[in-house]
Structures are given as structure tokens and as C-alpha cells.
């Protein structure tokens, strides 16, 4: 089973995220699990959604406590909210941002996993330039599908396309491919660094 | 208002009535063909406004579609009188709702209706002012929010009868009730509290609302028809003694009720859309008095002292409403 | 058809393919969902011949549904939480009458305190008020059991909640299968009330009955749920033969063939249960665990059956009977009258609190050693509880209760789980 974290406040599309990645899953004949945490949706707090994906049926009903890679949408969040409790030591780490782990005060924790699992990725830049929207959810799905190889890029997008119609799926698709590249291009460097 | 014109066949009296009417000009409850919708045998007391008032509506409507009516009734004395089981006095189909919910079950049966594409089936739903301004009011509102098509009808003997004359939002100012004693500062229901649900009907520019009472039984049932020729949400109000509850003569009935709309205490008047179209000019206005001696709920207000202040306030009362509804 | 769904669309898809011709709505969290896709399919005429009817509050939603059903229309609403107890007085209205209404139970927990999440609470209030009750383990079986639940309510003419935990099943994207509409018409035909107001053939109903035939009728409420204890089964039964699967019936045994302990519960927490079977059974330990899917009729020779052979059964329950202890504990106690057996009750998950695999590992392993109380809380903060009791020691006007403890307790949205 890998188990997906992630963190985003209200109103950044953090439940989406997590109802794609599973139908992304689904398409590729797997079963899985999403989920948001269930508080007041008020736009700007902080929310979480977990996606659970195996290739048998999955039983439990527990938030993720244990994640195998964590996709953070609002650095904000970062010294906020206890993000990184549980990750699995080999996890995955993807942010949201356009500065590195060690300009957001992570360089400690950036030494303890391996470094092609860590990846910040500009996704509200992608967004807005594909999108016209700082929605970065979509973005970031294609980020996780380079940095884990968890699905494949087409799954994605088919599952960004059904959600969200026509152009702005397109959009949002293109925007998923950018930052797919991006992160690849990423850990690539760090691979070889 | 009904209005007819009629010819004197009969000199030397002032006799009019139906036998001297073209026969489409009769009254339902004159013609052998009524359907008695709620039928003899009932247990109402004697002189009961709203027998005789349900009685008459009910077979007007059941004349104006061809005899398709269903009815849904509130927990109440109409519904309790009606059904001793294992009897039943209804003829037509007729539901018990529960106290509160009269409308929005009533609003479940004409979905039922449009969903089986029986256009022709209409719905009434029944309540006394208890379960109508009370209990009943938020489904009430519901309903006519929604302009459900249904006719709401309310038999307002103003107060909860069934249960042995307990106060209720209709109770007018002074009237002596188990839960407003005839004692104290201000002796019966107290003045400044109570609703008009008419007019509140009307504020929810539902196509038809209407006053009626059994003093003008003729009225009651041409506004029931009109009623029925119309779509959505309709609430005809109509004023019933109760003999019991009044502590009035079983057979002052339709006096007393005449008494109320000549005093100018209840209004008869219809409304579309939120604008009265019609009201009933009084005949022969009579002072208040006239109306509340016939009733032992106001006893206290008479006697070797009366009590004029209060009697003088309930006259304010019905010259406003003369004023306001423009009765004169 | 699979699809990766939400399990309220899921619930929707499945309700609007037994052609309801009323649905009634007043939104509440968490099913909100569900009515909102079944107004889509009205709306978008993928559901046909049906008047959909936003209400002004549950006691009209269901009053709504009295009168659509009284005048034979199949007939469907769904609340939870507070709803269902706007709505009490029709509930017992409806079963009274007889009424085949199907109705949605998002479980939610009752305040006060004010809470949205998934406990029992709701549906465990008004567990005797003459409703079938079903649970569902899964969004699968939450589609399914309103297919079944539609079938059952018409036989019988009772109406029947099927209780789907809210936000952990009703928010949950997971694969369902969707049947098919001509699979869904085979299984179940159109609507045949026993009662009905009609204009061609006038009756009466709902009438005042006295002593001399109250007793009798509600008797015959009784004998139809035991009745349902035979159709239950049988339909599922039925449904396995046309779909393909598995879903409803009485109760659901995991793993208790040999079993010295026994689990027992109701709804979504069978899942991680079944996980924690699993690794109690890695470690050695006979352990099994029972779904019971019909809770109202409950039936206790089924849960006998399955029981009697083990040396303690535990139930899991999400409700607490404030005062003395379990609730669905009671009924299983009474499946299990002079069977000697250690019972025990563990109240949890109570307002939403999660229910994990680790601490039912805990719990199972305490279980296997005997070391339960008879009573237990799951993952109860003792510490928040005596310091609470210290400050209400300390001054009369301590302040709220809840408000006393969120104070405590700290900011929740920095926290995981």
C-alpha cells in the first residue's frame, strides 16, 4: 500500500487533489482510498486529504498517519503544522514552492531522507502561466507522479481532465506535464549531484 | 365577495333562498348530488363551528373537481370528532398527518399527484389555529414558500380546543382560556400578543388567501371554488365558534359568528399576490358588546362592574380593523 | 459499471436507478452529498418522472415523504444528526403507519457539544422507533443496501434506514460498482402500496386507536421485523445471484471459525477491524471479528450462532448509552442469554475521534490476555479528563465544560491525527 499526505489550506483544491490521484489510480486497474480531513471548510485554514493506493481492496478507514510521500500545496504551512509527523524514512517529500528545502528552514531535515525523494516545484508559477489561476493541485500531481513513478504521467492527466472540463482541464493538464518535467529535471540533477 | 341577484317571487315577505334561484346558482350544500364529504355520525359537539364549516368547504371542493379531492388533517378537534375508530365520517381519501405538519404532508400527497400525472386530483390540507399558527406554522410558510398546490384551510376557534381550550397564538386580547385566567392585571389573554396568519399568507404573494366565516356559509363556499380553479398555494381562514370553548349557546353558533364580523372584530376580505382584492362592507355594524356578551369567555368583563377599559380596547381593536381592511 | 466515485454519489447513483418519484431535501452535514446528485440527475432528466422538493426543515422533509408515500409514490429522504431528531415525531409516524419510505442515515454525532463527525448517536436514537436498520461496511455496500433497502421497505410496507458513516464513507472516493438500470428494475419492481389514498377507492388513515387495538397494532410492527429477519437474508440472497456480490444480509463473520475472541461492530470500522484480525492472527492470536448489518430486526440467533463458541466477545460500539454503557452491547448480551462468556463494551470513535489499527491491535492484545475492563474507552484522553474534574473542583463557576476542554486540548488543525 503507499500512502499519500496532503497539506493545503481551505479553498486550494487539497480534497481534488487527493479524489484525482485516487481516480488516477483507478484508471490504472488499482484500488484507492481518498479522503479529505474532515474540518470546517473555511477558506485559509488548514486542511489535509489522504489517498491511500494498493493493488488489493483496502480496508481501513484511519486518516494517514504513516505516509509514504507528502505533497505540501501551502509552504505556509510549514513550521505551522506538524507536517512531516509519521513519514516513512525513504518517503517523498513535494513542495509548493519556488525556494529550495534549505531557504525554508529545511536543510536538517533535508539530510535525513534520500535526496531524489525531495522536491520543491514552483506549481502556483506553473499554474498561473497554464491556468491563469494559482490553483496549484494539478501541478503538483504531475510532481508526484516524477518524484514517485507511483503513476504514470497519463493517468494524471486523464484524471485532471475528467475533474475539471474542457480548457481549463486542458489547462490544468499542461501545467500537471510542466511541473512533471520540472521535478524530473529536478531530481535528476540531484541524482547526479 | 358572493353576490347574487336575485327575484322576489313572494310578496309581503322578505323570504329569499335557494328554491328561488336558477339551479347553477345554488348553493353545493342545497343540491342532492353533495358528496357529504364528512359525513353524519361524527362525534363534534353540538353547535360545532367547524363541522359546519368543514362540512361546507369541503363538499364545495369536492364540487369543483368533479369530486377529486384528497385530504390531509392536522391532530385536532376535526380530526379527532371525525375518525372515532373504527369509523370514519370522511367519504373521500383523507389522511391523519401529525400535529405540526399538516402542509408539508399535504405537500407530499400533490407530488405524489404530479409524479403519477393526476392532474385532476387536488389536495387540501386541514388544521385548527393550533396546528396552523402554531405548531403547523413553519410547514405552513414551507408550503407556500414553495407555492405547493395546495388549499390550506384553517378552522380558527381560537385556541386549542381538543385538548380543553388551552391558549393559542389566535387567542384574541381578554378571552378568558385554561392557561389565561380571567384574574389579575390583565384578566384573559393579554393584549399586544397574537399574529394575523392571513396576513402573513398574504405576505408570501401566494395566488388567493381568504377570510370567510360560518356566518356567511354561501360565502365560505364560492370562495372554497374559486379556490379550486386556481394553481399553488391558496389558505382560506375561517372563523368557527366553539360552543365548548366560547361559552356560547349551541345555538348562537352562526349568531356569534355573525356578531364577530359585524363588530368589525373579524375581517372577510380575499387577497391575491399580496394585495387584497375584496373585502365584505358591514351591513349592519354592531358594538362589540354585542359580540362578546354572547360568550362566557368575556364574562368577566360584564357584571355589576363591568369592565369598560378592557371592553374599550378590544373596540379600538375592531374600529382599526374597520380601518385598515376598509369594512365601512 | 467501476467507478471511482464519492460515496455519496455513489449512494445517489443507486437510489435514483430504483426510480424514486419523490425525494425530499433539507441539507445537513454530512448528507448533503447525496441529495445535491440526486437533484443534479432530476434536474439533467437523467432521473425521470421524479419531483424533487426542498423543504424547510427534516420534520418536513420526512412529512413530505409521509404524505408522497400515503399516496403511493416511491419515496426517499436522508438526513442525520440533529435532523433525524427535528424529525423524531414522523419517524415513528412513518413506521406506525406503515409507510415503505427508504431514508439515508449520514451518521453523525448529536450534540451537545456541536460536532459534524461520524459517531452512532444518531440512528441509535431512534433504533426503536419501528425502522429497519441497516449499516453499511463500505460504499459498495452502501449502494447496494438502498437497492436491497427499496425491495424490503415495499414487501413488508416498513420503512428502512440504511446508516452509512458520515465523512468516512459518505466523503470517501473508492471503487463501486454501479449496477445497471435493467439489473436494478429485475430486482426490484414497481411500487405496489398496500395502503394508498385514492380517489377511486376512498379510505381513511391514520386514525385514533384505543386501548381496545393499540396493543394489536403495534404488535404487528413487531411480527413484520420478524418477519424481516427472514427476508433480510433472502433478498441478499437474491441480490448475490444478480450482482454478483456479496452485500446486506443479517451479519458478516471474518475470521471467527476457531476464534477465542470476537469483535463486534457496526459500519466502516469493520474494515480497519478486519486489519487488525489480521495482525493479531500474524502474532498467533484466534481472533475474529463480526459486522452486524442488520441492527434493527437484530437478530440474535445469527449472532448467537456466530458468538457461542468463543471465550470473549467484545463489542466495538460508536455510541454510548450516557448513564450506563453500551447500547448495541445490550442486544448482543441478550443474543448470548445463558451462554457463560467474558463480554466486554469499548465505547469509541465517539464525535469522530479516529479509530486506528494500532490502538485496536492494543485493545485485542489487552483483550487476549483478559486484562479488559467491562466498560473501556478507546484512546480517551485521561489527562484532559482529570484536569477538567480538578477545575470543576477548584470553583463552582468553572466555566463550559467544552469550551474548558478545546482550551485545553490546543489548536487541532497543526495536529495529523
Known amino acids: ?193 | ?328 | 459499471m467501476l467507478k471511482q466515485i464519492e460515496g455519496s454519489q455513489a449512494i445517489a447513483e443507486a437510489v435514483a436507478l430504483c426510480r424514486p418519484q419523490v425525494i425530499c431535501a433539507y441539507p445537513i452535514t454530512p448528507q448533503t452529498h447525496i441529495v445535491e446528485g440526486l437533484g443534479e440527475m432530476v434536474k439533467s432528466g437523467e432521473l425521470e418522472g421524479c419531483e424533487f422538493i426542498n423543504v424547510e426543515s427534516e420534520f418536513a422533509a420526512l412529512s413530505v415523504a409521509i404524505g408522497s408515500s400515503a399516496a403511493g409514490v416511491r419515496s426517499y429522504t436522508a438526513t442525520a444528526s440533529q435532523g433525524i431528531l427535528y424529525m423524531a415525531e414522523a419517524v415513528y409516524n412513518a413506521s406506525g403507519l406503515g409507510l415503505p419510505i427508504v431514508m439515508t442515515i449520514g451518521n453523525r454525532a448529536i450534540g451537545a457539544p456541536i460536532n459534524i463527525w461520524n459517531d452512532h448517536s444518531d440512528s441509535m436514537a431512534l433504533r426503536d422507533a419501528g425502522w429497519i436498520q441497516l449499516y453499511a461496511e463500505t460504499n459498495q455496500e452502501a449502494a447496494d443496501l438502498h437497492i436491497q433497502a427499496f425491495r424490503l421497505a415495499e414487501e413488508l410496507s416498513v420503512p428502512v434506514m440504511v446508516c452509512v458513516d458520515g465523512f468516512i464513507l459518505t466523503h470517501a472516493y473508492e471503487r463501486v460498482d454501479i449496477p445497471t438500470q435493467a439489473d436494478v428494475d429485475a430486482y426490484l419492481p414497481p411500487f405496489e402500496p398496500v395502503q394508498v389514498l385514492d380517489v377511486a377507492q376512498p379510505v381513511s388513515m391514520g386514525a385514533m386507536v384505543g386501548p381496545e387495538a393499540f396493543f394489536e397494532v403495534r404488535y404487528l410492527q413487531h411480527h413484520k421485523q420478524e418477519r424481516a429477519l427472514e427476508r433480510i437474508p433472502a433478498l441478499a440472497k437474491e441480490f448475490k445471484e444478480r450482482f454478483g456480490r456479496d452485500s446486506g444480509g443479517l451479519v458478516r463473520s471474518y475470521r471467527c471459525e476457531d476464534a477465542e475472541t470476537i469483535v463486534v461492530a457496526l459500519g466502516s470500522v469493520n474494515g480497519t477491524l478486519k486489519e487488525a484480525v489480521d495482525e493479531m492472527r500474524e502474532r498467533g492470536e484466534k481472533v475474529g471479528s463480526v459486522a452486524i448489518v442488520s441492527f434493527r430486526p437484530f437478530p440474535l440467533d445469527a449472532v448467537r450462532d456466530v458468538l457461542k463458541g468463543a471465550k470473549r466477545v467484545v463489542v466495538l460500539e460508536k455510541c454510548l448509552a450516557v448513564g450506563v454503557g453500551g447500547i448495541v452491547s445490550d442486544d448482543v448480551r441478550k443474543a448470548l442469554s445463558g451462554i457463560a462468556l467474558a463480554g466486554h463494551t469499548v465505547i469509541a470513535g465517539l464525535g469522530g475521534r479516529a479509530i486506528t489499527r494500532t490502538s485496536l491491535v492494543e485493545m485485542l492484545e489487552r483483550a487476549t490476555k483478559d486484562e479488559l475492563k467491562l466498560l473501556e474507552f478507546l484512546d480517551l484522553r485521561w489527562d484532559v479528563i482529570d484536569r477538567e474534574l480538578a477545575r470543576e473542583k477548584s470553583a463552582r463557576r468553572a466555566g463550559p465544560t467544552a469550551e474548558n476542554i478545546l482550551r485545553d486540548v490546543g489548536p487541532v488543525a497543526a495536529r495529523i491525527g
Open chain 2, 1 to 328: 365577495m358572493a353576490v347574487q341577484d336575485i327575484k322576489f317571487y313572494q310578496t309581503g315577505t322578505f323570504t329569499v333562498g335557494n328554491r328561488l334561484l336558477g339551479e347553477h346558482e345554488r348553493s353545493v350544500q342545497s343540491d342532492m348530488r353533495r358528496t357529504n364529504s364528512l359525513n353524519s355520525g361524527h362525534r363534534a359537539c353540538q353547535g360545532c363551528g367547524e363541522a359546519l364549516g368543514a362540512r361546507y368547504a369541503i363538499d364545495a371542493a369536492m364540487h369543483a373537481t368533479n369530486d377529486r379531492v384528497m385530504a390531509v388533517n392536522a391532530t385536532g378537534c376535526l380530526e379527532v370528532f371525525s375518525t372515532p375508530y373504527p369509523e370514519t365520517s370522511w367519504q373521500i381519501p383523507w389522511i391523519h398527518s401529525l400535529f405540526g405538519n399538516a402542509a408539508a404532508v399535504a405537500s407530499g400527497v400533490a407530488a405524489a399527484m404530479r409524479a403519477k400525472g393526476r392532474k385532476d386530483v387536488r389536495v387540501i390540507a386541514q388544521g385548527g389555529d393550533g396546528g396552523t399558527t402554531d405548531i403547523g406554522f413553519g410547514c405552513l410558510s414551507g408550503m407556500f414558500e414553495r407555492n405547493d398546490d395546495v388549499l390550506y384551510i384553517c378552522y380558527d376557534n381560537e385556541a386549542y380546543m381538543n385538548t380543553g381550550v388551552q391558549r393559542s397564538s389566535a387567542t384574541p386580547p381578554a378571552a378568558r382560556t385554561a392557561t389565561t385566567m380571567a384574574v389579575g392585571d390583565e384578566p384573559g389573554n393579554t393584549f399586544g400578543t397574537g399574529k394575523n396568519v392571513p396576513v402573513i399568507a398574504m405576505a408570501h404573494y401566494i395566488p388567493f388567501v381568504a377570510t370567510a366565516s360560518v356566518a356567511n356559509l354561501r360565502d365560505l363556499e364560492d370562495k372554497v371554488t374559486r379556490a379550486m380553479a386556481i394553481e399553488g398555494s391558496r389558505y382560506i381562514h375561517i372563523h368557527v365558534p366553539c360552543p365548548l370553548g366560547w361559552g356560547s349557546a349551541p345555538a348562537d353558533t352562526i349568531k356569534v359568528a355573525r356578531m364577530a364580523v359585524e363588530s368589525g372584530l373579524f375581517p372577510l376580505f380575499e387577497a391575491e399576490q399580496g394585495e387584497i382584492t375584496a373585502r365584505y362592507k358591514l351591513r349592519r355594524r354592531v358594538p362589540v358588546e354585542e359580540y362578546l356578551k354572547l360568550q362566557r369567555r368575556y364574562a368577566h368583563l360584564f357584571g355589576k362592574n363591568p369592565d369598560t377599559e378592557t371592553i374599550a380596547r378590544i373596540q379600538a381593536i375592531a374600529d382599526k380593523n374597520i380601518r385598515m381592511f376598509g369594512l365601512e
Open chain 1, 1 to 193: 500500500m503507499f500512502q499519500v499526505r496532503i497539506h493545503g489550506r481551505g479553498g486550494q483544491g487539497v480534497v481534488s487533489a487527493a479524489e484525482m490521484l485516487s481516480v488516477a489510480a483507478f484508471d490504472e486497474g488499482r484500488f484507492a482510498q481518498a479522503f479529505p480531513s474532515f474540518g470546517s471548510e473555511r477558506m485559509g485554514a488548514p486542511v489535509m486529504a489522504f489517498c491511500r493506493i494498493d493493488t488489493r481492496e483496502i480496508r481501513l478507514r484511519e486518516p494517514v498517519m504513516r505516509p509514504d510521500a507528502l505533497i505540501v500545496q501551502d509552504a505556509t504551512l510549514l513550521h505551522q503544522v506538524d507536517i512531516f509527523s509519521g513519514l516513512a524514512p525513504d518517503g517523498y517529500i513535494l513542495i509548493n514552492s519556488t525556494r529550495s528545502f534549505e531557504e525554508l528552514g529545511l536543510g536538517e531535515l533535508r539530510a535525513r531522507y534520500p535526496h531524489d525523494h525531495l522536491c520543491c516545484v514552483p506549481a502556483t508559477e506553473i499554474a498561473m502561466e497554464h491556468v491563469g489561476r494559482p490553483l496549484p493541485n494539478a501541478a503538483l500531481l504531475g510532481g508526484f507522479a516524477a518524484i514517485t513513478g507511483q503513476l504514470q504521467f497519463e493517468s494524471v492527466a486523464g484524471a485532471i481532465r475528467a475533474k475539471f472540463p474542457g480548457k481549463v482541464g486542458e489547462g490544468n493538464a499542461r501545467a500537471a506535464r510542466a511541473a512533471f518535467e520540472a521535478v524530473l529535471k529536478s531530481i535528476a540533477q540531484e541524482a547526479h549531484a
